[in-house]
């Protein structure tokens, strides 16, 4: 379950920063961008994360989750497009050089403290 060490990690991000902003601040919202093509199951990442934050500054926090689609762009006839994650191949030319432009990313966008500040 790789969920569950993604979510350790973003905690630890997410417990620096609100540690670096006062150490009296609660994290109210966390805002997460997470491509399709990063395979992690979000009801498991956000669950670990619930239980890794207890006794927290961010045990209380709400999760938001933006998808990032998996988008690719032809290296042959250098055209973007979304991608089909069984089909890696440019709709228009039919190459299989394809380099990822998104969709395989995740971190965190940002976070709100319990003063409406963010960090």
Do not use: W
């Not at 395979?39 to 669950?47: D, G």
């Amino acid at each position: 379950m790789h969920e569950r060490s993604v979510a350790n990690n973003l905690l630890s991000i997410v417990l620096e920063k609100a540690i670096i902003a006062g150490k009296q601040k609660e994290v109210e919202l966390i805002r997460i961008v997470m491509g399709e093509f990063t395979m992690i199951n979000e009801e498991l990442l956000v669950s670990a994360f619930y239980q890794l934050s207890k006794s927290t500054v961010a045990e209380k926090a709400k999760i938001e989750i933006t998808h990032s689609p998996l988008k690719g762009k032809c290296q042959d006839c250098q055209k973007e497009f979304t991608l089909n994650k069984e089909y890696f191949k440019c709709p228009y030319c039919g190459s299989s050089s394809i380099q990822i432009i998104s969709g395989d990313e995740l971190f965190i966008q940002d976070i709100q403290l319990n003063d409406n500040d963010f960090c």
